[in-house]
C-alpha cells in the first residue's frame, strides 16, 4: 500500500476578503502578514483567525482602492510584499505598472503612499 500524503489546514483566517488573494507576504515581526486582491491590502495578525485589523470604521484593510462606482475602475492590485528587515514598512503594485511604498508608521489607513515609482 502506498503512504498518502493529505494537507490539512491548521487555521483558517476568514471574513476579509470580497476578491480572490492574489499575494500573501509575511512581516519581518514574525507575528503579522498582509494578504491582497485586487483592491485592497488587509493586515492581519497570524494569532488572530476571525478577522484582519480594523481601521476605526473603515473596514478590515490598511489600502482600499476600490472606486464608489465600479466602472470607474482603472486599476488592480497585483501584488503586495513587506521589506525584508523594516516591518512598518510594505510596497504594492498595480496592473498599471506603478510601484507604491507604504509606511504605515505615518498613518493606519495607507491610501496616501510615501513614494510611487
Keep these: 500500500m502506498d503512504l ?4 490539512t ?7 476579509a476578503h470580497t476578491y480572490h488573494i492574489n499575494s500573501i507576504s509575511v512581516n519581518s515581526d514574525l507575528q503579522t502578514y498582509i494578504s491582497t486582491d485586487d483592491l485592497r491590502v488587509n493586515l492581519w495578525n ?8 480594523s481601521i476605526l470604521s473603515l473596514g478590515p484593510y490598511i489600502v482600499d482602492i476600490k472606486p464608489a462606482n465600479m466602472e470607474e475602475l482603472t486599476e488592480v492590485i497585483t501584488s503586495a510584499e513587506f521589506h525584508p528587515q523594516q516591518c512598518n514598512t510594505f510596497a504594492y503594485s498595480s496592473s498599471k505598472g506603478s510601484i507604491r511604498l507604504c509606511d504605515m508608521r505615518e498613518a493606519a489607513l495607507c491610501d496616501k503612499h510615501c513614494k510611487c515609482e
Aim: glycine share 0%.
Design 4 to 7: 498518502m500524503v493529505e494537507a
Design 9 to 15: 489546514a491548521r487555521r483558517v483566517f476568514s471574513n
Design 46 to 53: 497570524l494569532e488572530i483567525t476571525d478577522h484582519s485589523f
